[in-house]
């Protein structure tokens, strides 16, 4: 006879983001060691942050942008090197704040990756497509290939 034993660390955590309760396990949240959310639902730490009516750690915070950090945790801790998490698809308008509930959320060095990527897209996109980047931010039509599979783009600009 088995008898199984749940992890304790994947004991089920429900979080109240502006009044929208989104629901994890205790190691997403505490894969980013030394983050703010991490820190929260630590064992010895259940005390000293704001709750809901319903004991839920409520967090004042953009119930989407948070749901976008909350499945790139989800991601991280299933990727590999050869398989790594892709980083969240954001449209421009939300970079800055992403960026901050990122910093605010102790996640700066989890998410390194980001911060790359988002400070200066152009100059990404112009590595990527052999490009120079002021073609990029000029008003010139650009055609650029990638590859879908992570290979190589084309040249055929």
């Not at 959310?37 to 259940?46: C, E, G």
């Not at 998490?85 to 980001?114: I, N, Q, S, T």
């Not at 911060?115 to 052999?130: D, K, T």
Request: hydrophobic share 40%; charged share 25%.
């Amino acid at each position: 006879r088995i008898a199984l034993m749940a992890d304790p660390s994947d004991d089920i955590i429900e979080l109240s983001i502006r009044g929208h309760v989104m629901s994890t396990t205790r190691a997403v949240l505490c894969n980013a060691e030394d983050s703010l959310l991490a820190r929260m639902v630590a064992d010895s730490a259940d005390a000293g942050h704001q709750r809901d009516k319903d004991g839920r750690i409520f967090m004042d915070v953009d119930p989407v942008l948070f749901g976008r950090v909350l499945a790139f945790l989800r991601l991280k801790r299933l990727a590999t090197p050869d398989s790594p998490a892709p980083l969240p698809c954001l449209h421009r308008d939300v970079w800055d704040e992403y960026a901050g509930l990122v910093k605010y959320l102790g996640l700066e060095k989890f998410m390194d990756d980001f911060a790359v990527e988002c400070s200066n897209i152009f100059q990404r996109i112009a590595e990527l497509g052999c490009v120079s980047q002021h073609r990029l931010q000029s008003n010139d039509l650009v055609k650029i290939k990638m590859s879908s599979t992570g290979g190589v783009p084309s040249h055929d600009y």
